[in-house]
Structures are given as C-alpha cells and as structure tokens.
C-alpha cells in the first residue's frame, strides 16, 4: 500500500476504509522495520477498521497518537498532536491529515518505505 494514499481525504465511505487500510498498513510496516532495524518493539493498536462517528473514535485518536509518539522518538520526528480533530470539521480534517501524512512521509523516507 502506497503512503501516498495517507494524503487522499476520504469522500465517501469506501474512501475511508481505504484511507484506514493504508494507515493500518504503513503503521505495520514501521514497527516491523523499526524492529528489524533496532530491535525495539513499538505498541501496536487496532486502527482498521474505524470510523470517526463511532464512540470509540477518541480512543482510536489516543492510541494511533501512541504509536506516532514512539515512531517519532526513534525516528527523531518532529510530530504534531493527532488527538485533536473534529471529523465533522472538513478543513479540520484535512490539516489532519497533511500532518499526519507528512509524519508518515519522514517516517518512510528514514525507514525506505514506499
């Protein structure tokens, strides 16, 4: 799975399964690479599927922010705070999801991923 498709901002609901696929992925592909490359063992948290009008939705924010928080510490990644975003907030949202997209960026041009 491409992270370019981390920067896409879903339209529909296809569209966010797809976008909740390819973080899943990239977030797996850290925390093997980190762990082959370091030997350190990252938490790993069930982010697909989700969706932003479940309950669940804020502890899906904290720990995908968990795992961004340990990603960037090995990495030397300056992040953003992924807690805070109001789904019902299109522009909001699509800040979001630069910054969150650009964390995964530096973190596959550390770790060469695609």
Same mark, same amino acid.
């Given at each position: ?6 920067? /896409?901002?879903?339209? %529909? ?9 390819? /973080?899943?992925?990239? @977030? =797996?592909?850290? !925390? ?5 490359? %370091? ?14 009008? &479940? ?18 510490? !090995?990495?030397? !990644? ?5 807690? &805070?975003?109001?789904? /019902?907030? =299109? ?5 979001? !999801?630069?910054? @969150?997209? /650009? ?12």
């Amino acid at each position: 799975m491409s992270l370019g498709a981390l920067w /896409n901002y879903p339209h %529909t609901p296809q569209q966010l399964a797809e976008w909740s696929f390819a /973080n899943a992925a990239a @977030h =797996r592909d850290v !925390i093997r690479v980190i762990y082959q490359t %370091t030997g350190q063992v990252l938490d790993s948290y069930v982010l697909d599927p989700f969706d932003p009008r &479940d309950a669940g939705f804020d502890t899906w924010l904290y720990q995908h922010f968990v795992m961004h928080q340990q990603m960037d510490a !090995i990495l030397g !990644i300056a992040g953003y705070d992924l807690t &805070d975003v109001d789904p /019902n907030d =299109r522009r909001f949202t699509e800040v979001w !999801i630069a910054a @969150h997209a /650009n964390e995964h960026m530096q973190a596959g041009q550390k770790l060469n991923l695609g």
